[in-house]
């Protein structure tokens, strides 16, 4: 059974800094998505597990940086320059495919994490 499970969440003031993390069963492209209150769920990054390619959102861009620990199957979002805008529930996602497929929509995941908690207060 697949499984992704975030940790790191927490409440953050507006300027400061998270890093979530995801760790998974099994290798697969993974990333972020996340849902604020009364909006719809939103892509954010995401990464490949094999070529490590990228993608962002462009709210991401410039402030967000996706990582992984290929030996731990570990995926990681460092969050910088948090804004309220960023408060969320935060979900990690798994796709399965080749080793350079990074996804940037929700379109074709397979797995979701149960989602972490961010809070950016002001």
């Known amino acids: 059974q697949v499984q992704l499970v975030e940790s790191g969440g927490g409440l953050v003031q507006v300027g400061g800094s998270l890093r979530l993390s995801c760790a998974a069963s099994?290798?697969?492209?993974m990333g972020w998505f996340r849902q604020a209150p009364g909006k719809e769920r939103e892509f954010v990054a995401a990464?490949?597990?094999?070529?490590?390619?990228?993608a962002y959102a462009d709210s991401a861009k410039g402030r967000f940086t996706i990582s992984r620990d290929g030996g731990k199957n570990t995926v990681y979002l460092q969050m910088n320059r948090l804004k309220p805008e960023d408060t969320a529930v935060y979900y990690c996602?798994?796709?399965?495919?080749?080793?350079?497929?990074?996804?940037?929509?929700?379109?074709?995941?397979?797995?979701w994490g149960k989602g972490t908690l961010v809070t950016v207060s002001s």
């Open positions: 996602a798994g796709q399965q495919g080749s080793g350079w497929v990074v996804f940037g929509s929700d379109a074709g995941i397979d797995y």
């Open positions: 099994g290798r697969y492209a």
């Open positions: 990464i490949s597990w094999s070529t490590y390619n990228t």
